[in-house]
């Protein structure tokens, strides 16, 4: 498999050597670490048939985080830069620049702690004690596999499938719009450490986009994509919908021209057993499992961003080890499966692992950093990633999903008298904490004895998170993960590709309509 990225092919040894020259030269630096990554993508789209723009190009960026002591104390200091082709012909030149702004913030940051340490005393007798720095160093290489390179597809080839797609979809009755966007190509990560990390890890990425705006008796519009990091193999049918990227946009594009002609839902009185399908709980364990799961939220370094998590208010007051949901509910982050939210290392160098954050309905565990791990009195488990390496870290979820249970899917609807079925989702909308929520769905159907019924358009649920917990009966077996491109999260903002799902599942909550 052909995993070039010719122009940063010896990245990894001037990344390397820059790191043991600035490391040997400052005697007072504790630690450090160089992320160094690029990318090259291909890029099309059609709107309504014709072409819309397309591009080849490639970019790079390299970020630099130091610890520094004073007075016992340590502190951090990063500094990040994108890169041209330029900087890159330089890049042992801009390291140097770039480690030292990173070494000078490391050293203001620690004088000041040691200043304010002082001051207050037993106040804060733990700034400075973490043992973030503890872990494994790893020497790897690793290469994420694909069939079909991305990069086999010529531009030229890339316009013309989004045109033709884009044609296709627009013979569709019912359609008024669309707007369809192909991109391939491969990004490569770097990270070294004075502790001895030297990793770099290479992977594709292939990504179809579809939008369709339907005008019947209402006007819907609704967007999805399907992706993986793979090769163009996804557009083949190997993803997570089964099928092709032209068979997913026709689908999306006869499902909303279906839509528009169904009625609006009406807000229900009370709750109403609902069974949610993979998809729509893609976006349910994203944003109610998800995100309260990343330490930095939960001990509030998110806050200023809708960033708390309910079931953790400080460490006196949180659900840990707490029952905070139906025994049949357990929610996991997999680093190892396929989807967006695969990889082998994070961006501190360690070594992703599986974690539970909900067992069999109680709260066991959080994505976190080699810091807050150390606060929490827990194991780094490889949470810590950034949009790109100019960026700072920031803790995220990968493939984050709710756990298959024991239930046939038909079980669940012959077991469901009458209720709500919930297809896909649209738009989430949460609490602070997150601790209660509204997310809409693409489709919702009436469930009468078992049977699917009546269609209708903007439907969705709306709980407090606790109580919707609790009221999970059923857990399907159809475990499926759908892959998200566009977490948003940090400030200023960061976009993350992650994988969310689950199965089939049941259970009890508002329906929110239009009206």
């Given at each position: 498999?052909?995993?070039?990225?010719?122009?940063?092919?010896?990245?990894k040894?001037?990344?390397?050597?820059?790191?043991?020259?600035?490391?040997?030269?400052?005697?007072?630096?504790?630690?450090?670490?160089?992320?160094?990554?690029?990318?090259?993508?291909?890029?099309?789209?059609?709107?309504?048939?014709?072409?819309?723009?397309?591009?080849?190009?490639?970019?790079?960026?390299?970020?630099?985080?130091?610890?520094?002591?004073?007075?016992?104390?340590?502190?951090?200091?990063?500094?990040?830069?994108?890169?041209?082709?330029?900087?890159?012909?330089?890049?042992?030149?801009?390291?140097?620049?770039?480690?030292?702004?990173a070494?000078?913030r490391?050293?203001?940051n620690?004088?000041?702690?040691?200043?304010?340490?002082?001051?207050?005393?037993?106040?804060?007798?733990?700034?400075?004690?973490?043992?973030?720095?503890?872990?494994?160093?790893?020497?790897?290489?690793?290469?994420?596999?694909?069939?079909?390179?991305?990069?086999?597809?010529?531009?030229?080839?890339?316009?013309?499938?989004?045109?033709?797609?884009?044609?296709?979809?627009?013979?569709?009755?019912g359609?008024?719009?669309?707007?369809?966007?192909?991109a391939?190509?491969?990004?490569?990560?770097?990270?070294?450490?004075?502790?001895?990390?030297?990793?770099?890890?290479?992977?594709?990425?292939?990504?179809?986009?579809?939008?369709v705006?339907?005008?019947g008796?209402?006007?819907?519009?609704?967007?999805?994509?399907?992706g993986?990091?793979s090769?163009?193999?996804?557009?083949?049918?190997?993803?997570?919908?089964?099928?092709?990227?032209?068979?997913?946009?026709?689908?999306?594009?006869?499902?909303?021209?279906?839509?528009?002609?169904?009625?609006?839902?009406?807000?229900?009185?009370?709750?109403?057993?609902?069974?949610t399908?993979?998809?729509?709980?893609?976006l349910?364990?994203?944003?109610?499992?998800?995100?309260?799961?990343?330490?930095?939220?939960?001990?509030?370094?998110?806050?200023?961003?809708a960033?708390?998590?309910?079931w953790?208010?400080?460490?006196?007051?949180?659900?840990?080890?707490?029952?905070?949901?139906?025994?049949?509910?357990?929610?996991?982050?997999?680093?190892?499966?396929?989807?967006?939210?695969?990889?082998?290392?994070?961006?501190?160098?360690?070594?992703a692992k599986?974690?539970?954050h909900i067992?069999?309905?109680?709260?066991?565990?959080?994505?976190?950093?080699?810091?807050?791990?150390?606060?929490?009195?827990?194991?780094?488990?490889?949470?810590?990633?950034?949009?790109?390496?100019?960026?700072?870290?920031?803790i995220?979820?990968?493939?984050?999903?709710?756990?298959?249970?024991?239930?046939?899917?038909?079980?669940?609807?012959?077991?469901?008298?009458?209720?709500?079925?919930l297809?896909g989702?649209?738009?989430?909308?949460?609490?602070?904490?997150?601790?209660?929520?509204?997310?809409?769905?693409?489709?919702?159907?009436?469930?009468?004895?078992?049977?699917?019924?009546?269609?209708?358009?903007?439907?969705?649920?709306?709980?407090?998170?606790?109580?919707?917990?609790?009221?999970?009966?059923?857990?399907?077996?159809?475990?499926?993960?759908?892959?998200?491109?566009?977490?948003?999260?940090?400030?200023?903002?960061?976009?993350?590709?992650?994988a969310?799902?689950?199965?089939?599942?049941?259970?009890?909550?508002?329906?929110?309509?239009?009206?």
């Open positions: 498999m052909d995993f070039s990225l010719g122009f940063v092919e010896n990245a040894d001037r990344v390397k050597v820059g790191l043991d020259s600035f490391s040997k030269k400052n005697p007072s630096l504790f630690y450090a670490d160089v992320r160094f990554e690029a990318g090259i993508f291909r890029v099309a789209e059609a709107f309504n048939g014709n072409s819309k723009g397309a591009f080849e190009d490639f970019d790079m960026s390299v970020g630099v985080r130091a610890f520094a002591k004073k007075d016992g104390m340590t502190s951090a200091g990063f500094a990040g830069k994108a890169l041209g082709e330029k900087q890159l012909q330089n890049l042992s030149g801009e390291l140097k620049q770039i480690f030292a702004v070494l000078k490391a050293k203001i620690a004088a000041k702690k040691s200043v304010f340490k002082k001051k207050h005393g037993r106040l804060v007798e733990q700034i400075g004690t973490v043992s973030f720095l503890q872990e494994a160093s790893f020497v790897d290489e690793v290469r994420y596999p694909f069939k079909k390179s991305p990069l086999d597809l010529s531009l030229e080839e890339i316009i013309s499938r989004t045109e033709k797609n884009s044609i296709e979809v627009s013979k569709i009755k359609v008024a719009s669309n707007e369809i966007a192909l391939c190509g491969f990004n490569k990560k770097v990270f070294a450490s004075t502790s001895g990390s030297l990793i770099e890890q290479t992977w594709p990425v292939t990504e179809g986009f579809c939008y705006a339907a005008k008796k209402a006007m819907e519009t609704f967007y999805n994509w399907l993986n990091y090769g163009i193999e996804v557009l083949e049918g190997e993803n997570e919908f089964s099928q092709t990227f032209e068979e997913f946009s026709q689908n999306i594009a006869v499902g909303t021209a279906e839509l528009s002609n169904a009625p609006a839902m009406k807000t229900t009185a009370a709750s109403q057993t609902v069974i399908d993979p998809w729509f709980n893609g349910l364990s994203h944003e109610v499992m998800g995100h309260p799961s990343e330490a930095d939220r939960a001990l509030k370094k998110e806050a200023a961003w960033g708390r998590a309910w953790y208010n400080g460490v006196d007051d949180n659900q840990f080890q707490k029952s905070v949901g139906s025994e049949q509910l357990t929610v996991f982050s997999d680093p190892s499966l396929s989807g967006y939210g695969n990889y082998k290392y994070d961006d501190e160098g360690t070594k599986k974690v539970f067992k069999n309905g109680v709260l066991t565990d959080f994505l976190n950093s080699v810091e807050t791990s150390a606060i929490l009195g827990a194991q780094p488990n490889g949470g810590m990633r950034a949009m790109a390496a100019e960026h700072v870290p920031l995220r979820m990968n493939n984050t999903a709710i756990a298959a249970g024991g239930w046939g899917k038909e079980e669940i609807f012959e077991d469901t008298r009458e209720g709500y079925y297809v989702h649209k738009t989430p909308s949460m609490g602070e904490t997150r601790a209660n929520f509204k997310i809409t769905c693409w489709k919702l159907y009436k469930i009468e004895n078992g049977e699917l019924g009546q269609l209708y358009r903007q439907g969705g649920i709306s709980s407090d998170s606790h109580t919707f917990f609790d009221s999970i009966d059923a857990v399907g077996k159809d475990f499926q993960l759908y892959n998200i491109p566009n977490c948003g999260k940090g400030t200023p903002m960061q976009t993350m590709k992650v969310n799902g689950g199965p089939h599942l049941r259970g009890k909550a508002i329906v929110p309509g239009a009206h």
